[in-house]
């Protein structure tokens, strides 16, 4: 049931401010020929969701502020973060806790990732000790790198 004090479409449907609008499969994706990236969401948000098609550069590190999963859409990649190299196949995620140094890259043609983080202005809190934090508190490795699944079922190992 729709409140009668919302704001409604034609269609009845709630509208809402906080919806930044459909990106079309069709959109064009941003880089070079050989690799692509393709913003999944809209303006300055909360979340940056990207889709990366293509190579990668596997010498480019990446620190964000905030959390971030990666997700193995089509295909497969190679993720090296906290020191630790991981093999991830279609369907398996990756989450890396603020403030990790990681890379990754395609291993197979026709890869497709999905990378999903909080954005670098947001500032989150940090349940754990109730303080405002931009990077990680320390705590163990299985904090701040987690493959969703249990390596042994989604092939996640370290491929050293």
């Known amino acids: 049931m729709i409140s009668p004090a919302a704001p409604t479409t034609g269609s009845g449907m709630a509208a809402s401010s906080r919806v930044s609008g459909v990106i079309r499969s069709e ?3 941003e880089g070079e020929s050989d690799g692509r990236m393709r913003p999944l969401v809209r303006g ?3 979340l940056h969701a990207l889709e990366f098609t293509g190579a990668h550069d596997w010498g480019r590190e990446f620190r964000h502020r905030n959390d971030e999963i990666l997700y193995v859409a ?3 990649a190679e993720v090296e973060a906290d020191g630790n190299f991981y093999r991830l196949e279609q369907g398996d995620t990756l989450y890396c806790a603020g403030g990790l140094v990681h890379r990754w ?3 197979e043609p026709n890869t497709r990732v999905l990378v999903f983080g909080i954005a670098d202005h947001v500032q989150a809190t940090d349940e754990q000790v109730g303080r405002r934090t931009g990077r990680p508190t ?3 490795a299985d904090r701040r790198v987690r493959p969703v699944r249990e390596a042994a079922s989604m092939g996640s190992v370290p491929v050293r």
Do not use: E, K, L, N
């Open 74 to 76: 089509d295909g497969s």
């Open 44 to 46: 300055h948000q909360r």
């Open 138 to 140: 320390g705590g163990s």
């Open 27 to 29: 959109t064009g994706a």
């Open 105 to 107: 890259r395609p291993v």
